[in-house]
C-alpha cells in the first residue's frame, strides 16, 4: 500500500505548487524539511533527544520508513546523532566528534591532544566591505572581529581571525570566549543559539607577515597555509568568516573526499 503524503496542516510539507518551486519532491525530503525547521526553531535543543521514528511518523502522519530516511540523511549531515539503544540526538558541538569536524589540522604522529587558546582580542565594529559581503550585511553594519591563537603541545599553529555577524552575537566578549572551556562553536550554540550546520572553505600558501610570525614563533615570510572559511547556520545564512594561518611543520590538514 503506497505512503499517503502527510495530512495540511501547521506540520505539514507545503505543496510544490504553492511554492512555485520543483514539480515533485520526494515524501523524506519533505520530512526532513519540516525536521530541520523544528531544529531551527529550537523545539529541540543541541543534545536532546528527538521523538522516535514512532512518534515522528504518527505525527507527520507517514511511514517509520519515510522517517527513517529523513533522520538518516539529516545524520549524515551531522545534524542528529544515532545512540544505539538510546535513540537520536540533536548533534552539538560539545561533543568531541562533532567539534573537531570542523578542525581538520591532525599531528604528524597522529596522536591529538588538548587544544590551547588564546584570546589576543574580541571587539565589536562596522564590518568592513569584504566581510559584509560574506556575510550578507549591509555596509556599516556591526561584526565582531575575534583573533585567536591555537596551541599543540604548548606551541602557536593556528593563527584565526574572525568575523561574526553582530546581530547574532551581542555581548560577546574576549571574557566569555576565555571563561568558556570547551570549543568556540558551542559556546556560540549554547548562549547565542547560533549553531553552524556547514562551511566552505579555500585554501592556499602564503608567507608570514610580520605580526603573524611574531605570534606564530616563525621568521617573516615562512610558509604558512591560509584556510579561508564561510560557515553557515539554518537556511544556509552566513554567520562567520574568518581565516586562518596554519603552521604546518609538524602538521597536516585533513579532508575525506566521498
Known amino acids: 500500500m503506497a505512503t499517503q503524503p502527510p495530512t495540511p ?26 525536521i530541520t525547521r523544528s531544529l531551527q526553531s529550537g523545539e529541540w535543543k ?25 533522520i538518516d540523511e539529516l545524520a549524515a549531515e551531522n545534524l542528529l546523532v544515532r545512540r544505539q539503544g538510546k535513540g537520536t540526538f540533536v548533534a552539538t558541538h560539545a561533543e568531541e566528534k562533532i567539534q573537531y569536524r570542523f578542525l ?11 587544544i590551547e587558546r588564546k584570546v589576543i582580542e574580541c571587539r565589536r565594529q562596522r564590518a568592513p566591505s569584504e566581510v559584509a559581503r560574506a556575510l550578507d550585511l549591509k555596509a556599516g553594519d556591526a561584526a565582531v572581529q575575534i583573533r585567536r591563537l591555537l596551541y599543540f603541545r604548548a606551541r602557536p599553529v593556528v593563527l584565526d581571525d574572525i568575523w561574526l555577524h553582530g546581530t547574532l552575537f551581542k555581548g560577546l566578549t574576549a571574557e566569555r570566549l576565555t571563561d568558556y572551556r570547551g570549543p568556540m562553536y558551542a559556546l556560540f550554540e549554547q548562549e547565542f543559539g547560533v549553531r553552524m550546520i556547514r562551511a566552505e572553505e579555500k585554501l592556499r600558501a602564503v ?24 560557515s553557515y547556520t539554518y537556511g544556509d545564512k552566513p554567520v562567520e568568516f574568518r581565516r586562518g594561518l596554519y603552521n604546518t611543520a609538524s602538521h597536516f590538514y585533513r579532508n575525506e573526499l566521498q
Do not use: H
Not at 212 to 230: F, K, T
Open 207 to 230: 608567507g608570514a607577515d610580520a605580526p603573524a610570525a611574531e605570534l606564530l614563533q616563525v621568521a617573516p615570510g615562512y610558509p604558512l597555509l591560509s584556510v579561508e572559511r564561510l
Open 46 to 70: 543541541p543534545g536532546e533527544a528527538i521523538p522516535s521514528e514512532v512518534d515522528l511518523a504518527a505525527r507527520y502522519r507517514v511511514s517509520q520508513g519515510t522517517v527513517r530516511k529523513a
Open 104 to 114: 581538520r589540522l591532525t599531528p604528524d604522529d597522529g596522536v591529538t591532544g588538548p
Open 9 to 34: 496542516g501547521p506540520d505539514a510539507p507545503v505543496s510544490s505548487g504553492e511554492t512555485g518551486g520543483p514539480a515533485f519532491s520526494p515524501l523524506y525530503q519533505q520530512i526532513k524539511a519540516l
